[in-house]
């Protein structure tokens, strides 16, 4: 099989002849979501450890193949400046080792790198319809001999950015071996039934899920690449509960253990008490008001998040006079029903219920007109101000010129 090579893009050509059909590299699209110097600010934030000698959860750092466990001095930091910068470190650091600098969750990082992405994909998601759960985003850089997995095949659809040096991907459009594992490091004897995609800055790599694949260094020099992942098969209901449930700590009033068996090997009848408290808390969660709640709220942020959940987290609320106008910067979307029970804006949603007069601003703000905090009644006004600030918080307000 060859890879197919077109200069053009546009959704309608891709959807009808590529999409979850075949591979297809597009060379220097003019659209793409992803500046080198964004890319960068967003890689800085996105591997910042939660203390000195801890790796974060979404992050991966490997010298040659060993996964390291302490970030010591391999992440990006401010003071690079740069790619350039950092590849000059980095090179000092590890003596001219190879390396990979992975970060997923990758668009939760930067507002603006997260809403050109989801600009770019509502076209998209127009032609084969918007994901019910996230869509997920991750940065490659280094000089890495291959991706750190191996040969692999992945339950999303994969639309590669390059954003500097040369990334080179290759395919094969069936498993090439027979033995019962789900990923192969050394791949020499396979080769024969592959083909390869070299992408350059600017350039897009797409292929369906099914496609096995490994991504190698097409030289010694580092090169970057961002990748979003769209679920296309596997697990879904999984990823939807787990979706649905993020963010929830069951509390534990015990340690987590089973007792052991008696002397005839039988158990306990009932459950170690961490795990009892455990499906307590989820079958609160299950009520019907508190269900309703929480499905609601996580088909709003999706929805409002343009499939690119979860996104990053509200700013810090800053205070806001009567008199400064506020405008609507981001899709406002309420609640089903009369009364909406949130409204939400770029991926997150408003707390607590919202009074009439709250309903009303909001509405105006949707409509595109401006809103201030003194225009209205006096009994109102507390409710509205936290509200336009907490939308302010979430980048869907912002504040204009007073006069």
């Not at 950015?161 to 990923?183: L, Y």
Request: hydrophobic share 35%.
């Amino acid at each position: 099989m060859t890879l197919t090579v077109e200069k053009t893009f546009d959704w309608d050509t891709f959807t009808e002849r590529f999409w979850d059909r075949r591979p297809v590299l597009y060379k220097g699209v003019d659209t793409v979501p992803f500046a080198e110097p964004e890319v960068f600010r967003a890689a800085v934030l996105g591997s910042r450890p939660p203390h000195p000698l801890a790796v974060p959860g979404n992050l991966q750092f490997l010298v040659r193949r060993r996964q390291q466990t302490r970030p010591y001095d391999y992440l990006p930091e401010p003071s690079d400046g740069s790619f350039d910068g950092y590849e000059r470190r980095m090179a000092d650091r590890l003596d001219g080792q190879r390396y990979a600098l992975v970060v997923h969750r990758f668009h939760s990082f930067s507002h603006p790198l997260w809403d050109r992405a989801r600009r770019f994909y509502a076209g998209l998601w127009e032609r084969v319809g918007q994901p019910t759960h996230s869509v997920g985003s991750t940065m490659f850089h280094g000089s890495y001999e291959h991706s750190p997995v191996g040969v692999h095949q992945d339950r999303f659809a994969t639309f590669m950015f390059c954003v500097r040096g040369t990334k080179r991907m290759r395919f094969w459009a069936q498993r090439p071996w027979s033995d019962p594992v789900h990923t192969v490091l050394d791949y020499q004897p396979y080769l024969a039934s592959s083909f390869v995609a070299e992408v350059e800055p600017g350039d897009l790599l797409y292929w369906p899920s099914r496609y096995y694949h490994v991504g190698e260094s097409a030289g010694d020099t580092p090169a970057t690449s961002v990748n979003v992942g769209v679920p296309r098969r596997e697990h879904r209901p999984y990823y939807e509960i787990k979706d649905l449930f993020r963010g929830t700590r069951p509390a534990s009033s015990a340690p987590l253990f089973t007792p052991d068996a008696d002397a005839h090997g039988r158990l306990a009848a009932e459950l170690p008490t961490a795990l009892a408290d455990a499906v307590d808390a989820f079958a609160a969660e299950l009520a019907q008001d508190r269900f309703d709640d929480r499905a609601t709220g996580l088909a709003l942020r999706v929805r409002t998040a343009g499939g690119f959940w979860p996104t990053e987290p509200p700013a810090t609320p800053r205070a806001l006079d009567d008199d400064t106008p506020v405008r609507r910067s981001a899709p406002l979307l309420p609640a089903p029903g009369d009364d909406p029970r949130a409204w939400a804006a770029g991926g997150h949603t408003t707390s607590g219920r919202a009074g009439a007069e709250a309903h009303a601003v909001l509405r105006r703000l949707a409509a595109g007109e401006p809103v201030r905090v003194g225009e209205l009644p006096e009994s109102g006004r507390a409710e509205v101000r936290r509200l336009l600030e907490e939308l302010e918080s979430f980048r869907a307000v912002t504040r204009a010129d007073p006069h």
